[in-house]
C-alpha cells in the first residue's frame, strides 16, 4: 500500500540520516548516540533503550550535554509502553533545558516540541 511505501521511504531515509551522523561524530557518545538513532530506526527499541541508558551513564546528572539523550530515551522508553518512565525522563530534560536555556530561548521550544511529537507517536 502507499502507507507502506512511505514508511519504507521514512525508515531507509532516517538509517541513512544515522549513518551520516555516525561518520560525522567526533566523540563517543555523539557515535552511540547515532547508533541508537539507527536501533530506534530499525525497531530494534530494546537496544536503542540500552544505548541511551549507557550513554547517560556516562554524563554528571545535570549535564546539559545530555539533554537530548533525555528526550530520546524518553520517546524509546514511551514506544516500548513505559510511560511511567517516559514522563520522569521528560520532566528532567524539560527541567534542564528550562535552567539552563530559558523558556524563551528556541532550543527550549524545540525541546518542548520534540517531547509533543514522541507522545504523539506512542498514541498512534
Not at 536555556?101 to 498514541?123: M, N, Q
Amino acid at each position: 500500500t502507499a502507507q507502506e511505501t512511505e514508511k519504507a521511504s521514512f525508515q531507509r531515509n532516517a538509517a541513512s540520516s544515522a549513518y551520516i551522523a555516525y561518520d560525522r561524530a567526533k566523540t563517543a557518545p555523539a557515535k552511540a548516540a547515532a547508533l541508537a538513532v539507527l536501533a530506534q530506526t530499525r525497531g530494534d527499541l530494546a537496544r536503542a533503550e540500552s544505548i541511551h541508558e549507557e550513554i547517560l551513564g556516562r554524563f554528571t546528572k545535570g549535564d546539559i550535554s545530555h539533554l537530548g539523550t533525555l528526550a530520546d530515551l524518553a520517546g524509546v522508553k514511551l514506544a516500548l509502553g513505559k510511560p511511567a518512565e517516559a514522563e520522569t525522563l521528560f520532566k528532567q530534560a524539560t527541567e534542564l533545558g528550562r535552567r539552563n536555556w530559558g523558556v524563551d530561548d528556541p532550543r527550549y521550544e524545540l525541546l518542548l516540541t520534540r517531547i509533543r511529537e514522541a507522545r504523539a507517536d506512542a498514541r498512534k
